[in-house]
T-cell receptor, first 112, second 110 residues
Framework: GQNIDQPTEMTATEGAIVQINCTYQ??????LFWYQQHAGEAPTFLSY??LDGLEEKGRFSSFLSRSKGYSYLLLKELQMKDSASYLC?????????????WGLGTSLAVNP | DTAVSQTPKYLVTQMGNDKSIKCEQN?????MYWYKQDSKKFLKIMFS???????INETVPNRFSPKSPDKAHLNLHINSLELGDSAVYFC?????????FGPGTRLTVT
């Protein structure tokens, strides 16, 4: 089966750095995704990792360790607008290549 | 120049009714999806079409029937609506790994 775990809620301060962890168990693996979802809006793509290591994109970075079934999303120089839910999702390999399995999301509150 | 659009944005209806939600994408993507996001914010895949062909059909009551007239459109018809169908329904499209989501349709069944 497939299972994704991430913290339910996190709180951080404007200007700080926050790391959101995600652990997963899948029967096949073909990539890990991070999406951002503001309240009442649609999810939007943030990052994609398929190989081990760190992918950096501006203030956001995502890390993957396939052997540990572990990923994190790192948000630097936090802004108030970063308050949102962050969804971790994995994609299976052949047979489920286009299907994403989603975590429940981590609700991040950025305080002034 | 909306990429993925859905109509209606809000839908309030009574139990037992039949309703449809429409989705259109102008990104030229081959694959489209329907997701259901419940009150606990869990995002669950329902269906996926690739070039008008159904490729993912999760365990969904057969009251839900998708239809893809062409690869730019994926509609969702729901028969005999139940209270538990109340949720936000998202349409999405993809050409590879990144999925682009529509704004969502908030369905409330009373």
């Amino acid at each position: 089966g497939q299972n994704i775990d991430q913290p339910t809620e996190m709180t951080a301060t404007e200007g700080a750095i926050v790391q959101i962890n995600c652990t997963y168990q899948t029967s096949g693996f073909n990539g890990l995704f991070w999406y951002q979802q503001h309240a009442g809006e649609a999810p939007t793509f943030l990052s994609y990792n398929v190989l081990d290591g760190l992918e950096e994109k501006g203030r956001f970075s995502s890390f993957l360790s396939r052997s540990k079934g572990y990923s994190y999303l790192l948000l630097k120089e936090l802004q108030m607008k970063d308050s949102a839910s962050y969804l971790c999702a994995t994609r299976g390999n052949a047979g489920n290549n286009r299907k994403l399995i989603w975590g429940l999301g981590t609700s991040l509150a950025v305080n002034p | 120049d909306t990429a993925v659009s859905q109509t209606p944005k809000y839908l309030v209806t009574q139990m037992g009714n039949d309703k449809s939600i429409k989705c259109e994408q102008n990104l030229g993507h081959d694959t489209m999806y329907w997701y259901k996001q419940d009150s606990k914010k869990f995002l669950k895949i329902m269906f996926s079409y690739n070039n008008k062909e159904l490729i993912i059909n999760e365990t969904v009551p057969n009251r839900f029937s998708p239809k893809s007239p062409d690869k730019a459109h994926l509609n969702l018809h729901i028969n005999s609506l139940e209270l538990g169908d109340s949720a936000v329904y998202f349409c999405a499209s993809s050409t590879g790994y990144e999925q682009y989501f529509g704004p969502g349709t908030r369905l409330t069944v009373t």
